[in-house]
């Protein structure tokens, strides 16, 4: 992701996000992690941006830890006792182990090659324990192709006037998200945001070049199985102890 991706972006962020619901969101995370068979778990959140789901979460999970490549949006974040660190996540800095990982706001979908996935399941996996959970969700294309005329939008808000155009390239599978700012100070700024919008089917496959395998796949929000007309999916990944990881497949 480049660096200055989410930098004006993340003092209106807030604003521009105030529609969504972070607990049910949070809550919907919590009922995956039930699986797991241990109390007191060691959580990690990546690309946590300005952390409104780990608020939630805190307060299910006493030892909780929020990353993010953007400094800017871990700032946006006041509240007590968040213990955040900047980080990228295809190269994470733990040496120590979580029992559950997890990735939201189709984060993922900011990884625009093959190679980056691979090198975001390789420390994800030095990172979980052999029993532990990672799960993130995707946005798939039937998603990008309804929502982006939804995405164009103007405003002001902390005093940032802001403009943003949302478009789908087809034929790149690349969703652009374009912001143009107008800073307090009259300065202005553009972002422009780009993620790759990959085949539900090539996630399969990403995957089975790792230590994990899909242990479940849902439609996001639902316990319902995904495929490949879902508009966003969840992927619930256990590392593969030893295991046919094709018999897995949903």
């Known amino acids: ?97 979580f029992d559950f990982i997890y990735c939201t706001f189709d984060s993922i979908n900011y990884l625009n090659s093959r190679n980056k996935y691979k090198h975001l399941f390789q420390t994800v996996s030095d990172c979980l324990n052999d029993k532990g959970i990672f799960t993130f969700d995707v946005s798939l294309k039937k998603n990008s192709i309804k929502y982006q005329r939804y995405l164009n939008r103007s405003g002001k808000f902390n005093g940032i006037e802001f403009k943003q155009r949302s478009f789908f390239d087809q034929n790149k599978n690349v969703h652009y998200n374009h912001f143009k700012f107008v800073l307090a100070d009259g300065k202005k700024v553009e972002e422009i945001h780009k993620q790759k919008i990959y085949p539900f089917e090539e996630y399969f496959k990403l995957i089975e070049n790792s230590e994990f395998y899909v242990h479940k796949c849902f439609q996001t929000f639902t316990y319902k199985n995904a495929d490949s007309d879902t508009e966003r999916a969840q992927f619930i990944l256990k590392k593969n102890q030893n295991v046919n990881i094709s018999s897995r497949r949903v």
Do not use: Q
């Open 1 to 97: 992701m480049p660096d200055n991706i989410y930098t004006s972006l993340a003092r209106i962020y807030s604003h521009l996000m105030r529609s969504i619901d972070y607990k049910k969101w949070a809550e919907y995370l919590s009922s995956i992690s039930d699986e797991i068979d241990k109390k007191n778990l060691d959580v990690l959140e990546l690309a946590a941006g300005n952390c409104k789901i780990a608020e939630c979460l805190n307060k299910i999970y006493a030892r909780l830890i929020v990353t993010d490549i953007s400094f800017n949006m871990l700032l946006e974040s006041s509240f007590p006792g968040m213990n955040k660190i900047c980080c990228d996540m295809t190269s994470l800095p733990f040496k120590n182990k």
